[in-house]
């Protein structure tokens, strides 16, 4: 792992190539592809995109990754624009033009076609499921600041064990409290 100039992280094994940006406190993970020959491919703020995925431009679509999301490992992206605060399950696939809403999750494995719009229908669940997605992506813009300085056993330690939880504690009440102000 690789320190860049805006804290973003990126694995040497991994290959880049085209336009592409990668946003701070993002996380590229060993042997991702990212291709964009035509279209271009954005990676948004605090994002990991894990081990083994590949993410390639389509024919008429640029590919678009929104802030605080967490793409599993062996995910294929071609074309696609995925929301905010997401949860992309390992191994999924997300094809030309498809729109994955902010605060989804997408199960492993789950194919999601070509023009496909996946909506999120949490309705109250979805408030908790997106602390809980953001949470994820913080812990992995952790992890990568930890592998970038050659400690990969972080998320054994029993002190950053404590720390996740006050952590997800506390961005949950914060959350609450900003939804509690905004409905009066």
């Known amino acids: 792992m690789k320190k860049q100039e805006n804290n973003s992280y990126i694995h040497s094994s991994s290959f880049i190539y085209g336009n592409c940006k990668i946003d701070s406190k993002s ?28 993410i390639h431009v389509g024919y008429r679509h640029p590919v678009i990754i929104g802030k605080n999301c967490t793409v599993g490992h062996k995910v294929l992206i071609h074309g696609a624009i995925i929301g905010n605060d997401c949860v992309i399950g390992s191994g999924a696939m997300i094809l030309d033009g498809a729109i994955i809403e902010d605060g989804c999750v997408v199960e492993a494995g789950a194919i999601i076609r070509e023009g496909e719009i996946v909506k999120n229908t949490l309705g109250k669940q979805a408030f908790e499921q997106t602390i809980k997605n953001r949470f ?45 102000k905004s409905t009066f």
């Not at 056993?153 to 900003?178: D, H, T």
């Open 27 to 54: 996380s590229v993970w060993p042997l991702v592809v990212m291709r964009a020959e035509d279209h271009h491919i954005l990676i948004n703020e605090q994002t990991n995109i894990q081990d083994g995925t590949i």
């Open 136 to 180: 994820l992506s913080l812990m992995y813009y952790e992890n990568a600041k930890a592998y970038a300085e050659g400690n990969y056993r972080l998320w054994s330690e029993p002190e950053f064990k404590k720390q996740q939880k006050k952590v997800l504690i506390e961005m949950m009440m914060e959350a609450k409290n900003q939804n509690e």
